[in-house]
C-alpha cells in the first residue's frame, strides 16, 4: 500500500471516524496508523481527549523510531476511547469511531480507530495499546487480528498512560503473518509465526459462559473437543486487574480531573472518580495478589502449548449502548493483562458480525504460532 491510497481510503470513509490527524509524511514504505496516544514526531498527540496541550510532539516514541528504521511510514493518528479509559472508542469529543461492518455499532476501544484502519485497508497495519483488552476488543469487533504481547516486551516511553503498570503495545493487522512482522518491527524479536505441529489446546475451566447468540455458535465451532483446564479464576484476575487500572489512571489524571472535569466524557470522569475511591487497603491488597495470580497462570500453562476462549461475550453493541456492555466487552480479556500473557485476537470462521477468539500463550512465539495454525485451520470454514 502507499500513503496516496491510504489516504483516499481515510477520506472517502471519514464517515467511520476512524483517524484524530493525518500526518504529512512522504515517500514509500510499509503504511502504519498510530494511535493517538503515541507520540509522533510533528503531530499533536490528543489521547482522544481535549486536556493536553495542542501542541506537535517534538520526538517520535521509541516505538515509533524503531518501526520507521525498518522503513515504516505514519499515515495518521487513529481515533481511540478518550484518554483509552473504554471499550467502546465512543468518542465525546471526536466522533464515535464506527463498525465497519455496522457503522450503527461500536468499533470496540480503546483501540477502535487502528481497528477500523485496518479493516478498511486505510493502512497496512496499525499500532494500539492494550490495558485490560484495548487491542484485543476493537480486533474482534471488527474482524480483524490483535496482538497483545506479553507484558513489557515493548517500550511504552512515549506513550499517555492509562496504567503504568498494565500498559502494553501491539499491532492490529489483516492477518497473524502480518502481525508478526509488525511485532517483530516493533520489539526487536524475530518474527515467531510459523504453524505449531498438533498443539494442545485447553479452555479455562468454568471461564467461558453468559455468550450471546452469535458468539455461542461461533464459540461452539472453534472449541468443540478442547477440553477445560484448571486455571486461576476468572472473577478474581478481572478484578485485580481492575483496581490497578482504577487506581493508577485516577492518579494519573487527578489534577485534570480536579481542575477541568467538565473537559471529560460523562464516562471517564466517572471512572477517574471512581478510581479515587478505591480504598488503600483494595489497592494495596490487589498489588499483593498480583504476582502470586501471574505465577499460578504460569504454572497453569505447563500441561498446553495454548488456551482459547472467545475475545468478548457479546458481538458489537449499538453505538447508544450505556455502561452495562463494559463488562461483557472485556469479561475475556482483563484477566490476561493481569497475567501479563501474549495474547492473540484472531476471527473465528462465522458468518455475521464477527466475532474474536482469544489465543493464549506461554511466550509472545507460542502464541503468535498456534494462532498461525488455527487462522489455517479455519480458513474457508466460515458459515
Same mark, same amino acid.
Given at each position: ?16 471516524? /476512524? +483517524?484524530?490527524?493525518? #500526518?504529512?509524511?512522504?515517500?514509500? &514504505?510499509? @503504511?502504519?496508523?498510530?494511535? *493517538?496516544?503515541?507520540? !509522533? %514526531? ?41 484518554? /483509552? +479509559?473504554?471499550?467502546? #472508542?465512543?468518542?465525546?469529543?471526536? &466522533?464515535? @469511531?464506527?463498525?465497519?461492518? *455496522?457503522?450503527?455499532? !461500536? %468499533? ?41 504481547? /506479553? ?21 492490529? %493487522? ?30 479455562p475451566s468454568g471461564w467461558v459462559a453468559g455468550l450471546d447468540a452469535e458468539t455461542a ?108 456492555v463494559r463488562e461483557p466487552l472485556s469479561r475475556f480479556t482483563r484477566p490476561f493483562n ?46
Open positions: 500500500m502507499d500513503l496516496g491510497r491510504a489516504r483516499r481510503r481515510i477520506a472517502e470513509h471519514a464517515d467511520l471516524n /476512524a +483517524f484524530i490527524s493525518i #500526518s504529512a509524511e512522504t515517500g514509500d &514504505g510499509v @503504511v502504519v496508523a498510530v494511535k *493517538d496516544l503515541v507520540d !509522533v %514526531a510533528g503531530m499533536v498527540t490528543t489521547a482522544g481527549g481535549i486536556i493536553l496541550p495542542n501542541t506537535p510532539a517534538a520526538d517520535d516514541a521509541p516505538i515509533v523510531k524503531r518501526i520507521r528504521s525498518h522503513g515504516c511510514v505514519i499515515v495518521g493518528k487513529t481515533n481511540l476511547h478518550e484518554f /483509552a +479509559f473504554g471499550v467502546t #472508542s465512543v468518542n465525546p469529543h471526536y &466522533g464515535p @469511531v464506527r463498525n465497519p461492518r *455496522d457503522p450503527e455499532r !461500536v %468499533a470496540g476501544g480503546s483501540s477502535g480507530g487502528s481497528a477500523v484502519a485496518v479493516a478498511m485497508e486505510m493502512c497496512d497495519w496499525a499500532i494500539g495499546s492494550d490495558t485490560g483488552g484495548s487491542i484485543r476488543i476493537p480486533a474482534s469487533l471488527c474482524g480483524v487480528v490483535g496482538f497483545k504481547p /506479553a507484558l513489557g516486551s515493548i517500550d511504552t516511553a512515549g506513550v499517555v498512560p492509562l496504567s503504568h503498570s498494565l500498559d502494553t503495545l501491539g499491532p492490529i %493487522a489483516p492477518d497473524v503473518a502480518t502481525a508478526a512482522a509488525a511485532y517483530s518491527m516493533m520489539s526487536g524479536e524475530p518474527p515467531a509465526a510459523e504453524p505449531v505441529s498438533a498443539p494442545r489446546l485447553g479452555v455458535w461461533a464459540w461452539e465451532l472453534v472449541s468443540r473437543g478442547v477440553p477445560e483446564v484448571d486455571f486461576p479464576g476468572r472473577d478474581e484476575l478481572f478484578d485485580v486487574g481492575l483496581t490497578i487500572l482504577l487506581v493508577e489512571a485516577a492518579a494519573f489524571h487527578r489534577r485534570w480531573a480536579e481542575q477541568f472535569p467538565e473537559k471529560y466524557g460523562a464516562d471517564v470522569i466517572g471512572l477517574i472518580r471512581r478510581g479515587l475511591e478505591v480504598l488503600a487497603v483494595d489497592f494495596e491488597a490487589a498489588l499483593l495478589a498480583w504476582p502470586r495470580l501471574r505465577e499460578e497462570a504460569q504454572r497453569a500453562m505447563e500441561g498446553v502449548d495454548a488456551l482459547i476462549l472467545p475475545a468478548t461475550a457479546i458481538v458489537a453493541p449499538p453505538i447508544s449502548a450505556g455502561r452495562e493481569t497475567t501479563g500473557q501474549p495474547v492473540v485476537a484472531l476471527p473465528a470462521p462465522a458468518s455475521g458480525l464477527p466475532v474474536g477468539i482469544q489465543v493464549v500463550g506461554k511466550t509472545n512465539g507460542d502464541a503468535l504460532g498456534v494462532a498461525a495454525t488455527l487462522e489455517r485451520e479455519w480458513r474457508g470454514r466460515g458459515a
